[in-house]
């Protein structure tokens, strides 16, 4: 079984920042990739930003240059460092991983359970 848990959300006033963190735990091989996601009310899940074993990074265009992604393979963990925050980021963000449980299984996708990020003043 595997989890992903966030933390690090919560209520921030435009222009601050905050850091997600989300561990993955359980009977996990290797990971392929770790990233987040986000989802504002009435709106679709969108990727924020993924990084891949290689090292190689991709983010949406809204948060490039604010936001900041990295993974600590070792320790199954990601984190999403968001700076300059504008109350378009409010939502509620997901880790998101691909990941293999040993080396029989095919590479698969797990979620959290969601951390909300509110920017208001």
């Known amino acids: 079984q595997v989890q992903l848990v966030e933390s690090g959300g919560g209520l921030v006033q435009p222009g601050g920042s905050l850091r997600l963190s989300c561990a993955a735990s359980?009977?996990?091989?290797?990971?392929?990739?770790m990233g987040w996601y986000r989802q504002a009310p009435g709106k679709q899940r969108e990727l924020v930003a993924r990084?891949?074993?290689?090292?190689?990074?991709n983010y949406a265009d809204s948060v490039k240059g604010r936001f900041s992604i990295s993974m600590d393979n070792a320790k199954k963990m990601v984190y999403l460092q968001m700076n300059d925050l504008k109350p378009e980021d409010t939502a509620v963000y997901y880790c998101?991983?691909?990941?293999?449980?040993?080396?029989?299984?095919?590479?698969?996708?797990?979620w959290g359970q969601g951390t909300q990020v509110t920017v208001s003043s």
């Open positions: 359980g009977s996990i091989s290797s990971i392929n990739a």
């Open positions: 990084v891949r074993s290689s090292g190689t990074t």
């Open positions: 998101n991983a691909w990941l293999r449980t040993n080396v029989y299984n095919p590479v698969s996708e797990y």
